[in-house]
């Protein structure tokens, strides 16, 4: 959601394999693989700073360690952009809630939250908090 909202610059640095410092062990490692760098996102998961949420933690950490091309796909902005389709044109998921695909809807209130607080950031990145 962070990398959707803010779009970051896209880099070609950090193109595997290479090494690269862990921002969790603060020791260099070799990312050989897309596993390596999903590996270090499970720890990054493991030991999330509560003060941020777990897509701020990963929009600021990711970048320092690995290239974020190589872990966000189509299928994420998609997801995005379906839950803006539903929520502003009040299109239903399912039937029923019984009937509603519930990853989707785990899916869709992370997008929520994430949206809420990378507005609530960058509002109060720019000087503009609202109270």
Do not use: C, M
């Given at each position: 959601m962070w990398y959707w909202f803010l779009q970051p610059d896209a880099h070609d640095q950090l193109i595997l394999p290479y090494r690269n410092l862990c921002p969790i062990s603060n020791k260099q490692r070799d990312?050989?693989?897309?596993?390596?760098?999903?590996?270090?996102?499970?720890?990054?998961?493991?030991?999330?700073?509560?003060?941020?949420?777990?897509?701020?933690?990963?929009?600021y950490l990711i970048s320092l360690f690995a290239n974020p091309k190589y872990i966000l796909n189509e299928h994420h902005f998609s997801l995005i952009n379906e839950y803006h389709y539903v929520k502003?044109?009040?299109?239903?998921?399912?039937?029923?809630?019984?009937?509603?695909?519930?990853?989707?809807?785990?899916?869709?209130?992370?997008?929520?939250?994430?949206?809420?607080?990378?507005?609530?950031?960058?509002?109060?990145?720019?000087?503009?908090?609202?109270?």
């Open positions: 990312f050989n693989t897309i596993d390596d760098i999903w590996k270090t996102v499970g720890k990054i998961v493991e030991n999330h700073d509560p003060k941020r949420t777990l897509g701020q933690e990963l929009y502003d044109y009040n299109i239903p998921l399912g039937k029923s809630l019984n009937e509603t695909n519930a990853i989707k809807l785990d899916y869709f209130t992370i997008i929520k939250n994430e949206l809420a607080s990378v507005i609530k950031h960058k509002q109060e990145k720019n000087g503009r908090a609202k109270s």
